[in-house]
């Protein structure tokens, strides 16, 4: 378990941070601003939690807060290094959790006709902007893959993660019926 008595500790003051192999980075570096956008995409979640009533949901949504820990957890410790712990990873296994849930929760919706604008209730649009948020965070997650060694568990959840999100926003949105469907060109003639 962590334990934190003091919150601040002065040694960013120059503009570094610590990873989890006591290495210090730029808090600008590719890694820190990925899993600092990791820690964005669960704030977020946790605002959308906020708004909503379905416990089952909910469950799924507070077990996904907790993995994206995990997530930060691994990529703040960057893998290859000889460490006197064993570091946090992703593993397999919280993908195929989050697979299993998507196809739970897609199960009860039909099928799209057109791309689905973020909105109809407050909890759609507050997933729908969770998913957005974790799509960057997958970006610069393959982008540090493609400099770094990132595990491909860690990959894999962020992939899955924005299906979730999107899943989850047209449950919010009664199975989909309230969705806020686009239609291209619409406003084009008003």
């Not at 697979?99 to 919706?109: C, Q, T, V």
């Not at 595990?151 to 899955?160: C, H, I, K, L």
Request: net charge negative.
């Amino acid at each position: 378990m962590v334990t934190l008595n003091k919150i601040y500790t002065r040694t960013g003051d120059d503009g570094t941070t610590g990873l989890g192999t006591g290495e210090r980075r730029d808090k600008f570096d590719l890694r820190v601003s990925t899993y600092g956008t990791v820690d964005e995409t669960n704030a977020v979640i946790g605002i959308a939690r906020l708004a909503n009533p379905d416990a089952k949901l909910d469950g799924m949504l507070a077990r996904i807060q907790n993995d994206l820990f995990d997530l930060g957890a691994d990529l703040a410790t960057p893998e290859g290094k000889a460490l006197s712990y064993e570091p946090l990873r992703i593993v397999s296994a919280q993908v195929d959790r989050l697979e299993r849930e998507i196809d739970e929760l897609n199960a009860a919706l039909a099928p799209l006709k057109s791309f689905v604008l973020p909105g109809g209730s407050a909890l759609s649009a507050q997933l729908h902007l969770a998913r957005t948020v974790s799509r960057r965070a997958e970006r610069m997650i393959v982008e540090l893959a493609t400099r770094e060694t990132v595990g491909e568990a860690a990959v894999r959840y962020a992939n899955r993660l924005s299906d979730f999100l999107f899943v989850a926003a047209r449950v919010a949105n009664r199975n989909g019926a309230d969705d806020v469907l686009w239609v291209p060109g619409q406003s084009r003639t008003m």
